[in-house]
């Protein structure tokens, strides 16, 4: 088993969110230059941990630039499809859970991001999708 799925089953949700925060904190600290960073759909929606969540935000507000990263443009069906993977990656709780905090967090999410993707295709067509709308955002520098 991965080492997330074995701190959230020894120590729980709210520690991994605390953690995860952490990290990220410490990472662009020792960072020299640009930096980019995948968070997990509950980095800045976590119903629990909302002084967390208010520090992960302020982060990176301060520090970069907010991309979304969603498998579908309609948010019930990125619920679904989000719950469907969390529900296999972390069986201690079910689909029903996972739906349930899904189903919250793609509008957030949408509302908090400064650029938005569509995650269709392969992870290269992903990767290239999103440069592209860094790009188009004027966040990339020009060359």
Known sequence: MAAIPN????????????????IAAQL??????RVVMATSSGFLTHDEQPAVVARNL???????????????DVDGDSAELIARRQAQRYPQESYEHWLAVTTK???IN?????VEVIARGSPEEV???????L?????????
Request: proline share 5%; hydrophobic share 50%.
């Open 110 to 114: 949408r509302a908090l991001a400064d």
């Open 135 to 143: 790009g188009a955002a004027g966040v990339l520098e020009r060359r």
């Open 7 to 22: 701190l959230i089953a020894a120590r729980g949700y709210a520690t991994y969110c605390q953690v995860n925060a952490a």
């Open 127 to 133: 990767a290239a999708l999103t440069f592209a709308r």
């Open 58 to 72: 302020d982060l990176v507000r301060r520090t970069g630039t907010a991309v979304v990263v969603l498998p579908s």
């Open 105 to 107: 967090r793609p509008p």
């Open 28 to 33: 662009v600290l020792e960072a020299e230059g």
